[in-house]
């Protein structure tokens, strides 16, 4: 049994991304955590793909975006292809150009993801303790006694918190007692990463339609390597030690091409769930990832998911364990969480189930009216960002949480939303930069927006300095023609103020006409919960 200390505050069991990001998160924050995980090592099959926008802001504010991007490329888009002949394609290139500074869909492997968070994690001398499993959990109103085992030898671990990262058998969840509502998909599918020989294009995700069957052809990294999902026949459902030869067959007519696999790296069957818990939280224990919520791969959200719930979760908890704030901003976690899982759930299976199913009427939409639709929607510039938003999950907001707070005017843009990512020219520095860079350290961040006196810009630094030295960033942003399409954004007219505070997690938690120290106090001390 490798060494473990007898008390951790955080015990993470799961090194899969969430779990990884949910340590890197807390060791960012000032808090090491304890994480271990059932398996030899991290994993080398790629699983999911894609990693969208809203995640490649949070490994910018890792400070590992540089190798996250040169490891991956970008989608170029889909093609949607019935019977083998070429229906809809969708170009997906730079479609949010000025929504983030990620505009486009990022193919980058779970064992990338993996592998680029441990980096961090050894950097931060945190090791994952591999081959160790969590046995039993107990948990009182102060700690959370576990039982670990390591081979034929057991330890016993006293933690201020557990987070289940630990995937849709989650140990964790099973021994709270949480049930795991859904269900399965009727059908069978297969994974395979194979190498072509065929001239695909390396950029385009192909979506290949039939009558009984569904392959999807997603393009990885490297060279003429791809990922193919696909609906198993009916024939194969019931034979065993099932190969890439056995499916080929089928393959080939459902693409109407004779396919050439160079190379096989990884072939599996597999079933497809959509299930959610029922909380995702009890007590000192919380689920993150798909310990809290499983879905269909439409989209490629599941991964992206499980890295917010992550984020959402690592900054509240570290803020605690460090005595920054009240231990009830935990429960805030669930109440944030659970709505944007529900939807997510709603939302892939309904396309999930449209795109596998086999019923003459789900046919004659995919042949007769899906093609004319996606051409008609993404014709739509309106329509095509909208799609942009959802699928990188840069729309979502917390906007009915507790620990957000909207005064003054109703604007487009709310307490609760995602900060817009926005290009500033830094006047004293002159140097452009952008409002999420003054937002990567550590802590809540106040934004001052407008014409403010020095004097007062100086009482306002003397009051963070004195009150939240080590929690309160502070930025301001006087009126110039460099920066007008910031004060555009938030509706900031000639004249007028506005104070922004963001959350660590990059979503507006404040929100003001009135740049004036007391409702900001009043927030930060009454509404977040920071300790005096």
Same mark, same amino acid.
């Given at each position: ?160 918190? !557990?987070?289940? @990262?630990?995937?849709? =058998? &989650?140990?964790?969840?099973? *021994? ?6 859904? %269900?399965? #998909? ?101 689920? !993150?990832?798909? @310990?809290?919520?499983? =879905? &269909?791969?439409?989209?490629? *959200? ?6 917010? %719930?992550? #984020? ?96 003054g005017s109703v604007t487009s843009i709310k307490a609760g939303d995602r900060l817009p990512y926005l290009p500033i020219f830094d006047e004293k520095k002159q140097s452009n930069t952008d409002i999420h860079a003054w937002c990567s350290k550590p802590g809540f961040t106040l934004i001052t927006l407008g014409e403010i006196s020095e004097v007062y810009l100086f009482t306002l630094a003397k009051w963070i300095t004195q009150n939240y030295a080590s929690s309160l960033n502070f930025f301001h942003l006087p009126p110039s023609v460099n920066n007008q399409n910031v004060f555009n954004t938030f509706e900031i007219n000639a004249g007028t103020r506005k104070a922004l505070i963001i ?30």
């Amino acid at each position: 049994m490798i060494s473990l200390p007898q008390h951790t505050t955080v015990l993470i069991v799961g090194a899969g991304p969430s779990g990884l990001m949910m340590a890197a998160q807390l060791l960012r924050n000032g808090v090491q955590p304890v994480i271990i995980d059932t398996r030899l090592g991290p994993t080398n099959q790629s699983k999911a793909l894609a990693v969208q926008a809203r995640s490649l802001e949070i490994y910018r504010q890792l400070g590992v975006i540089d190798k996250v991007i040169s490891g991956g490329k970008q989608a170029g888009g889909v093609t949607l292809n019935e019977d083998g002949k070429q229906v809809a394609t969708l170009l997906v290139q730079d479609l949010g150009n000025t929504q983030t500074l990620f505009p486009f869909i990022h193919l980058y492997e779970q064992s990338k993801n993996e592998r680029i968070l441990l980096e961090y994690l050894t950097q931060a001398c945190c090791p994952v303790y591999w081959e160790t499993s969590l046995t039993t959990l107990k948990q009182n109103k102060d700690s959370v006694t576990v039982t670990l085992q390591n081979g034929e030898t057991t330890a016993n671990l006293n933690c201020s918190y !557990v987070v289940g @990262a630990d995937g849709a =058998h &989650s140990v964790v969840r099973k *021994q709270l007692g949480i049930h795991f509502s859904g %269900d399965t #998909y009727q059908h069978k599918f297969y994974l395979a990463d194979i190498k072509l020989g065929n001239d695909f294009d390396g950029d385009i995700v192909n979506l290949f339609l039939s009558k009984k069957d569904f392959a999807g052809f997603f393009p990885l990294p490297e060279e003429r390597l791809f990922r193919i999902v696909a609906s198993l026949p009916d024939e194969l459902e019931d034979k065993q030690d099932l190969s890439m030869d056995d499916v080929m067959p089928y393959l080939n007519t459902t693409t109407a091409t004779d396919i050439k696999v160079e190379q096989v790296n990884w072939f599996t069957i597999y079933k497809l769930h959509h299930r959610m818990a029922d909380k995702f939280s009890d007590q000192r224990c919380f689920l !993150v990832g798909d @310990a809290a919520h499983i =879905h &269909s791969p439409a989209g490629g *959200q599941g991964m992206n998911t499980g890295l917010q %719930d992550a #984020y959402n979760l690592a900054w509240k908890m570290a803020a605690v364990i460090n005595g920054q704030i009240k231990e009830n901003i935990l429960t805030s976690y669930a109440v944030e969480r659970i709505p944007v899982a529900r939807e997510l759930l709603n939302t892939t299976d309904r396309i999930f189930n449209i795109i596998t199913s086999r019923s003459w009427f789900s046919g004659l939409i995919k042949r007769y009216i899906m093609p004319k639709a996606l051409k008609l929607f993404w014709s739509n510039k309106n329509l095509r960002e909208t799609f942009f938003k959802r699928i990188s999950q840069t729309s979502i907001n917390y906007r009915d949480s507790k620990i957000n707070l909207q005064l003054g005017s109703v604007t487009s843009i709310k307490a609760g939303d995602r900060l817009p990512y926005l290009p500033i020219f830094d006047e004293k520095k002159q140097s452009n930069t952008d409002i999420h860079a003054w937002c990567s350290k550590p802590g809540f961040t106040l934004i001052t927006l407008g014409e403010i006196s020095e004097v007062y810009l100086f009482t306002l630094a003397k009051w963070i300095t004195q009150n939240y030295a080590s929690s309160l960033n502070f930025f301001h942003l006087p009126p110039s023609v460099n920066n007008q399409n910031v004060f555009n954004t938030f509706e900031i007219n000639a004249g007028t103020r506005k104070a922004l505070i963001i959350r660590p997690d990059m979503h507006i938690g404040y929100m003001n006409d009135i740049v004036d120290i007391e409702p900001m106090n009043n927030y930060l001390r009454n509404v977040v919960g920071f300790i005096a």
